[in-house]
């Protein structure tokens, strides 16, 4: 490579590293005048990118989005990186997503140097990415929908449920997540006054309305968590229903996001709805139920029977277990010196 061409590929480098440069520090940088570094500025206009001048003594050089694509410059890890998410993007459930990415993969490793496809190659083979749920999303529809959430756009689209009922909503959005191999869209439904996930895949005719969404508070740490707790809420084999001795607001000022289902029965008692796949998962849910808080359930005989004898069954463990603890000789074995130890001689 000439030092010509080096330093040009130095020139972008840089602008790529940094939001603005003043032309003398440029200039310096690569050791050519200003001059120079104009010649070199245009050059990369020619290559497609857009670069922005601002004269003056505190002007300089910024580079911007264009039009079209322009060539990458990548350092080995940026390399290694974007391969090894392209082997990824192949099975996230977009549409079309094997064949583009595995298309824009070919030629990506194509100009890789050696040790860096070496890399990308025994990443490639550890990692197993899941296979995607549900149906299709084109990558068209997602990018619409995450520009909507960048630019806290309004949007409409047509939504089909999972009982094939279509529904026409109207959504402020707020975020996308990738949860339990399918794509699900955070968004405050206006309709409805309440936050929503939406499927992806379940997704179509989305049109921008041109109308900045309101800035509201997410019932939760983040999306993410959002969309597990919603999941959580899906129909399950098994429901039932905590009645705790605490107001509505101070249950879901305990519980927060996993209190969205809760309903007060009287200024004193909330009803917590539940529910779980098997009476041992339905069962995890009590141990969270805060201590010294009395409730009653309202379950299937078949439950309560369950947990009836569960709750024997730990009793007598635990009581067995206290008994051995507190017993004379295990307290004597504690005390004798040396009783029980290792030989570290």
Same mark, same amino acid.
């Given at each position: 490579?000439?030092?010509? !061409? ?9 602008? *790529?590293?940094?939001? *603005? ?27 497609? #990118? ?10 300089? #050089? ?43 993969? &070919?030629?990506?490793? *194509? ?18 990415? *899941? ?6 999303? =084109?990558?068209?529809?997602?990018? =619409?929908? !995450? ?11 047509? #939504?089909?449920?999972?009982?094939? %009922? ?48 309101? !800035?509201?508070?997410?019932? &939760? ?6 969309? %597990?707790?919603? !999941? ?9 229903? %905590? ?5 509505l607001d101070e249950m879901r000022s305990h519980f927060g996001p996993w209190a969205q289902d809760a309903r007060a029965v009287d200024e004193a008692r909330t009803s917590w709805p539940f529910g779980g796949d098997s009476f041992p998962l339905l069962t995890t849910v009590l141990v969270w139920i805060p201590e010294g808080v009395a409730y009653e359930l309202d379950a299937d005989e078949e439950y309560l029977l369950f947990l009836r004898e569960q709750a024997a069954r730990m009793l007598q463990a635990a009581e067995t277990s206290l008994a051995l603890l507190r017993s004379p000789e295990r307290k004597a074995g504690k005390t004798e010196p040396g ?7």
């Amino acid at each position: 490579m000439d030092r010509s !061409a080096a330093r040009t590929l130095r020139l972008l480098t840089l602008l *790529q590293s940094h939001r *603005q440069w003043p032309g003398g520090e440029l200039a310096r940088r690569l050791g050519v005048t200003t001059r120079s570094l104009r010649r070199q500025i245009d050059g990369l206009r020619e290559l497609g #990118y857009e670069i922005e001048s601002t004269p003056g003594s505190g002007g300089g #050089y910024r580079l911007v989005a264009g039009n079209r694509m322009p060539p990458l410059l990548l350092t080995d890890e940026e390399a290694v990186a974007v391969a090894v998410g392209l082997r990824i993007a192949a099975t996230t459930g977009i549409a079309d997503a094997e064949s583009t990415t595995l298309s824009a993969l &070919a030629k990506f490793e *194509q100009v890789l140097p050696s040790a860096v496809r070496e890399r990308v190659n025994a990443i490639g083979r550890s990692v197993e990415p *899941q296979t995607p749920r549900g149906g299709p999303v =084109s990558s068209e529809l997602l990018g =619409s929908l !995450a520009l909507a959430c960048r630019d806290h756009e309004r949007v409409r689209f047509d #939504y089909t449920d999972a009982h094939g %009922a279509e529904t026409h909503r109207l959504v402020d959005p707020h975020s996308l997540v990738s949860a339990d191999r399918k794509w699900f869209l955070v968004a405050w439904d206006l309709n409805r006054d309440d936050w929503r996930t939406f499927r992806v895949d379940r997704v179509s005719r989305v049109v921008g309305t041109r109308v900045r969404a309101e !800035a509201r508070v997410l019932p &939760a740490e983040d999306a993410a968590e959002f969309v %597990a707790v919603a !999941a959580g809420s899906v129909p399950t084999r098994h429901t039932a229903s %905590a009645v705790l001795e605490m107001p509505l607001d101070e249950m879901r000022s305990h519980f927060g996001p996993w209190a969205q289902d809760a309903r007060a029965v009287d200024e004193a008692r909330t009803s917590w709805p539940f529910g779980g796949d098997s009476f041992p998962l339905l069962t995890t849910v009590l141990v969270w139920i805060p201590e010294g808080v009395a409730y009653e359930l309202d379950a299937d005989e078949e439950y309560l029977l369950f947990l009836r004898e569960q709750a024997a069954r730990m009793l007598q463990a635990a009581e067995t277990s206290l008994a051995l603890l507190r017993s004379p000789e295990r307290k004597a074995g504690k005390t004798e010196p040396g009783a029980g130890g290792h030989d570290s001689g």
